[in-house]
């Protein structure tokens, strides 16, 4: 019976070390979604403390290694124009993440540890032209382990236009009226 016992909560523990763990508020993370897929075990969430020219930022951290699809996706939806160019960035920083890569509609990737893999937040700005009118994700993956990857001051605009159309791009709350 001892036995049986035993190997029951070796089983137990042995299935519990495997069940991923995360913490994601989307609703507080307002104009944005996190999904974490396949199992994916890590965090999204409002860095108080860091942020490139404010005093906060979108964090996420991923604690599963980069195996097949498991990943953390961060994603925000903008509407485009066919025919028309469009430029999208922002600033970023990595603290030991393996891949971190961005793009639109699961198209062309970038690696943004080109630059972001730095103790400071760095610049980046990309082109895309669009392929239909209508609405497309701009689209953040993270795959692989990441003690941390930041986000601030997201744009996605018209090169003619120079408005921004990301719904809060710079993860701030809004006080309640």
């Keep these: 019976m001892r036995k049986r016992i035993t190997a029951l909560f070796i089983t137990l523990v042995m299935i519990a070390s495997f069940v991923p763990t995360f913490s994601v508020n989307a609703a507080s993370i307002e104009g944005w979604n996190v999904s974490f897929t396949g199992g994916c075990a890590g965090s999204a969430e409002i860095d108080y ?5 404010s005093q906060q930022s979108l964090k996420i951290v991923c ?3 980069a195996i097949g699809d498991v990943y953390i996706l961060l994603t925000t939806t903008v509407p485009v124009v066919k025919g028309r160019s469009y430029i999208y960035g922002g600033d970023v920083k990595s603290d030991s993440s393996s891949m971190v890569k961005t793009m639109v509609d699961w198209g062309t990737r970038t690696d943004l540890l080109y630059y972001g893999s730095t103790f400071d937040f760095k610049k980046y700005q990309l082109k ?12 953040f993956l993270i795959e692989g382990k990441s ?3 930041w986000f601030d001051n997201m744009f996605f605009m018209d090169e003619e236009e120079k408005v921004n159309l990301i719904s809060n791009p710079d993860f701030e709350e809004k006080e309640e009226e």
Aim: aromatic fraction near 4%; charge should be neutral; avoid cysteine.
């Design 128 to 139: 895309y032209l669009a392929k239909k009118t209508g609405k497309v994700k701009l689209m």
């Design 147 to 149: 003690d941390g990857v």
């Design 63 to 65: 604690e599963s290694d």
């Design 49 to 53: 403390n860091i942020g490139s020219d």
